[in-house]
């Protein structure tokens, strides 16, 4: 028996109203280019938007002139998918309150979730969004995933409830130390004063 091996996600395709609302929620407000569209290949009526979230891979919304926005929240049943959460950088994510305010959207304000800060609300089918600003980068040849689980392990080795910064820096000098050789014999943390 093999796995079927994934390398990343390919598109995430969700519901939405209108073409002229999901072109202005995805581009207008989250500012994703719009890429290109299509029919749905599957429901002769409906459309499909392609939107970059600014990584390569597709957002891509089924649309249908019929639907309006309906700002109730959508299912978290089991099963369901509970939010997508988009990554933004620190600069982003620092004007995020102000911008998503002058528009008048509700939103959680910042969430401090440890290894990453977070702001909530949704988009205009009352799908939950996330904005999410990771508190790190990773050392080079390294993914945000290695810092993590290195994170992890040194967490739940402590005790601790949760991943705070202290352990992503010493995950981050761990991932360095093991992946980048050094002249020195000892590596060890000194006090050059």
Request: net charge negative.
């Amino acid at each position: 028996m093999r796995k079927l091996q994934s390398q990343g996600i390919h598109h995430i395709t969700l519901t939405g109203a209108d073409r002229q609302t999901s072109i202005d929620f995805w581009e207008g407000l989250l500012g994703m280019p719009f890429v290109f569209d299509q029919p749905n290949l599957d429901n002769p009526d409906e459309g499909h938007l392609y939107f970059d979230p600014g990584d390569g891979r597709l957002i891509t919304v089924f649309t249908n002139e019929t639907r309006k926005p309906d700002p109730r929240r959508t299912p978290t049943d089991p099963g369901c998918v509970h939010h997508l959460a988009l990554n933004v950088s620190k600069a982003t994510f620092s004007q995020a309150v102000k911008r998503l305010d002058e528009r008048r959207i509700k939103h959680s304000g910042a969430k401090d979730r440890g290894f990453m800060d977070s702001i909530y609300f949704t988009d205009p089918m009352g799908f939950l969004i996330e904005l999410a600003c990771y508190r790190f980068e990773p050392p080079m040849g390294c993914s945000h995933a290695d810092v993590m689980i290195e994170a992890h392990k040194l967490r739940v080795g402590r005790g601790d409830y949760n991943i705070q910064e202290e352990h992503l820096a010493d995950a981050i000098e761990l991932l360095v130390t093991r992946r980048q050789i050094s002249l020195s014999e000892d590596r060890s943390a000194k006090n050059p004063y």
